[in-house]
């Protein structure tokens, strides 16, 4: 019995995000990879170094060069030598990437609107503690 439910919940879960994805997917750029983004998330939040990233994304120096080639090409990164360390390069987002940031910030805005707001304020409740309580067992399993 209660797999039904848990099949149900998640073959629930992935067409409202497929819908969500379907309703917005035109309000933002879609020039990026989801390995592209995760970058661009993890210079913006401070980590700078090629071989940090490397070890974020578990993936080698060598693929987060190439995904950093692609980005600055796309002008998303730029790369400047630490003139205090010239064996060391700074990374930093680009304009292009502040844009995205903001685009994806104002979309996120608009979809909690869209979505989340139509529910009553008990529903956001129950929802929060359900969600909370699925974080709590999932820490705890993994």
């Not at 073959?11 to 309000?27: C, D, F, M, S, T």
């Not at 983004?37 to 939040?45: G, S, T």
């Not at 104002?106 to 869209?114: H, S, T, V």
């Amino acid at each position: 019995m209660k797999d039904h439910y848990i099949n149900h919940i998640n073959v629930l879960h992935n067409e409202i995000n497929i819908q969500i994805a379907k309703k917005y997917e035109g309000k933002l750029d879609n020039e990026l990879t989801t390995k592209q983004v995760l970058l661009l998330e993890l210079i913006k939040a401070g980590v700078t170094s090629t071989k940090d990233l490397a070890d974020k994304l578990n993936v080698s120096t060598s693929a987060v060069s190439q995904l950093l080639n692609k980005l600055e090409d796309k002008g998303y990164v730029e790369r400047f030598i630490n003139p205090k360390n010239r064996r060391e390069i700074i990374l930093n987002l680009a304009d292009k990437a502040n844009q995205y940031f903001k685009d994806l910030a104002f979309l996120k805005d608009e979809i909690n609107r869209e979505v989340y707001g139509r529910l009553s304020l008990e529903e956001l409740k129950q929802l929060t503690k359900i969600l909370e309580k699925l974080q709590v067992i999932a820490k705890g399993n993994c």
